[in-house]
């Protein structure tokens, strides 16, 4: 017996060393992260065969039809070809009589069910045999899915070959679609700060920026950085405590009113972001008036408004009050905002 306990004591001192020896990585190699970068195409080459004529949508059996393994190296295994995210994409409706092939956007959401999922489309033309595919070879599928990512740096969607061929199969089904051009995909897309657009098929590769209600050629980009500056208005009351914590896209402020808040709807605060930089360099902040959306979080305050402006370089968001205004002198009134 003391033999047997003898050999299991030798064993586990071989045992232990080993087990708590900390791993060291190969040498050379880092751990791989996502690239920041997709490419169009691969979000384009979805197909979704018809089960009904003139029927848009699909029945879930088991899995949903409308997520769509990505085809290529990017950011997410999957993505929901009907996603909202950014900006309803256009759905290329093929049929098998090539003249009735149509590109229509969806009119409304329409959110996936555990029994459904598709677009809300109302067709021009009668489909008996068809099948439904990106109307705009996957770019717009693509800013969806990486168009609101929280990374320092946006991701970059490129336009290769590749993509130009998916539109070229859109625009050769027939005289209407051919009005359909990498340039008119291009300008229809409703995009992010988040997501540059970049075309390596011209020398040097053309760079789109989105400016607010489109993407136009330039070198302007955005990165995330500090918090916008926080300023008092009068519906905060005189003599107010205020901070924000966060970034230039999301955070949170918090208020204590000073005495003497205004029985009205006043402003009780304005976020300014910095000017922009010269072309070609970062900046934290927007070339137009972003879109925010501000969210109370603390003492129930009312009915909020808020506005966002751009002027002389830089944009400005301000919350204005309800109509009776803030209680003077009161603790936790905080909001978490969030712009794009």
């Known amino acids: 017996m003391r033999k047997k306990f003898a050999s299991i004591a030798v064993l586990l001192a071989l045992m232990l ?54 085809l290529g190296f990017g950011n997410t295994p999957t993505f929901y070809a009907f996603s909202d995210a950014v900006g309803l994409a256009p759905v290329f409706i093929q049929d098998n009589n090539a003249s009735q092939s149509e590109v229509i956007t969806p009119s409304v959401y329409l959110a996936p069910t555990p029994q459904s999922c598709g677009p809300s489309l109302s067709a021009l033309n009668t489909h008996t045999t068809f099948s439904l595919q990106s109307g705009t070879g996957g770019l717009q599928e693509a800013i969806n899915t990486v168009g609101g990512f929280t990374a320092s740096y946006p991701t970059v969607v490129f336009l290769t070959p590749e993509w130009y061929k998916l539109v070229t199969g859109i625009s050769s089904q027939n005289s209407t679609l051919a009005a359909i051009t990498p340039a008119t995909i291009i300008a229809a897309a409703k995009g ?12 040097p590769p053309t760079q789109y920026v989105w400016n607010g209600t489109a993407y136009a050629s330039g070198t302007q980009y955005w990165v995330k950085g500090a918090a916008p500056t926080l300023t008092a208005g009068a519906g905060a009351g005189t003599s107010p405590t205020i901070a924000i914590t966060g970034n230039s896209v999301s955070g949170t402020v918090t208020l204590t009113t000073g005495t003497a808040v205004p029985a009205s709807a006043s402003a009780i605060f304005t976020l300014t972001w910095p000017n922009l930089g010269t072309a070609g360099s970062p ?30 370089s ?18 936790g009134y905080s909001w978490t905002y969030v712009c794009h």
């Open 17 to 70: 060393p080993a087990a708590f020896v900390v791993p060291v990585q190969a040498q050379g190699f880092n751990p791989a992260q996502s690239p920041p970068w997709v490419f169009a195409d691969n979000y384009g080459r979805w197909v979704l065969q018809g089960q009904l004529p003139n029927t848009f949508t699909f029945q879930v059996s088991g899995f949903s039809p409308c997520q769509i393994t990505n």
């Open 283 to 312: 900046s934290s902040g927007f070339s137009y008036a972003p879109a925010c959306t501000f969210t109370s979080t603390g003492t129930a305050p009312g009915v909020t408004t808020n506005t966002s402006s751009y002027g002389s």
């Open 314 to 331: 830089h944009a400005v968001a301000t919350l204005t009050s309800p109509a009776a205004g803030l209680a003077s002198s009161t603790a």
């Open 192 to 203: 992010s700060v988040t997501a540059i657009v970049t075309d390596v098929t011209t020398a």
